[in-house]
Antibody, heavy 127, light 108 residues
Framework: QLQLQESGPGLVKPSETLSLTCTVS??????????WGWIRQPPGKGLEWIAN???????YYNPSLKSRVTVSVETSKNQFSLKLSSVTAADTAVYYC???????????????????WGQGTLVTVSS | EIVLTQSPGTLSLSPGERATLSCWASQSVSSVYLAWYQQRPGQAPRLLIYAASSRASDIPDRFSGSGSGTDFTLTISRLEPEDFAVYFC?????????FGGGTKVEIK
């Protein structure tokens, strides 16, 4: 069974860079039907998509965060990472790493969904 | 950009009752790219429904999804105690992802 696990500091100072890594186990990150991504959830609020990355390095960003976000993948370690620069208190949230899975029927897409999630890690931005 | 609006914000029901949750898209979307998630307190979201009406693995058949175009519905036929949670709809399109604001199903 696929498992995802976030790791990184739980406290980041304002104006600094938030860095998180997701380790994938139980499956390969080199999966042609999978995109790997980050979603966050401020305390008591809804879900916000941050970015996705394909194992070949293709990246897709939320336009509202694009100027501050970098995602990368390290296939040899079965890991992918998130960097969010110039953080403020508004970036305080639980950060989830996820798999976005394409479901195919021959050459037709029959579904695209986040089928696997990490447990989430709370990152607090505070001095 | 697709905006998803969920209603109601909160649904107060008793165990055994039927829950009907709505998700409206700001423009017509393909049902292939519409999914529903359940989030219990302190847990990560869990995929319930994909392609608007297909149940994910191990999801009980009391959960069903329907709809097309701009109007989508998640129905829980008979609420079990573990179903009281927050539910989100989600759309994927043009390599971007949007979520609805969520509906909280609480015990009446």
């Amino acid at each position: 069974q696929l498992q995802l696990q976030e790791s990184g500091p739980g406290l980041v100072k304002p104006s600094e860079t938030l860095s998180l890594t997701c380790t994938v186990s139980g499956g390969s990150i080199n999966n042609s039907s999978s995109y790997w991504g980050w979603i966050r959830q401020p305390p008591g609020k809804g879900l916000e998509w941050i970015a996705n990355i394909y194992y070949r390095g293709n990246t897709y960003y939320n336009p509202s965060l694009k100027s501050r976000v970098t995602v990368s993948v390290e296939t040899s370690k079965n890991q992918f990472s998130l960097k969010l620069s110039s953080v403020t208190a508004a970036d305080t949230a639980v950060y989830y790493c996820t798999r976005l899975l394409y479901l195919w029927q021959i050459t037709l897409v029959r579904g695209v969904n986040f089928d696997s999630w990490g447990q989430g890690t709370l990152v607090t931005v505070s001095s | 950009e697709i905006v998803l609006t969920q209603s109601p914000g909160t649904l107060s029901l008793s165990p055994g009752e039927r829950a009907t949750l709505s998700c409206w898209a700001s423009q017509s979307v393909s049902s292939v790219y519409l999914a529903w998630y359940q989030q219990r307190p302190g847990q990560a979201p869990r995929l319930l429904i994909y392609a608007a009406s297909s149940r994910a693995s191990d999801i009980p058949d009391r959960f069903s999804g329907s709809g097309s175009g701009t109007d989508f519905t998640l129905t829980i036929s008979r609420l079990e105690p573990e179903d009281f949670a927050v539910y989100f709809c989600q759309h994927y399109g043009s390599s971007r992802v949007t979520f609805g604001g969520g509906t909280k199903v609480e015990i009446k």
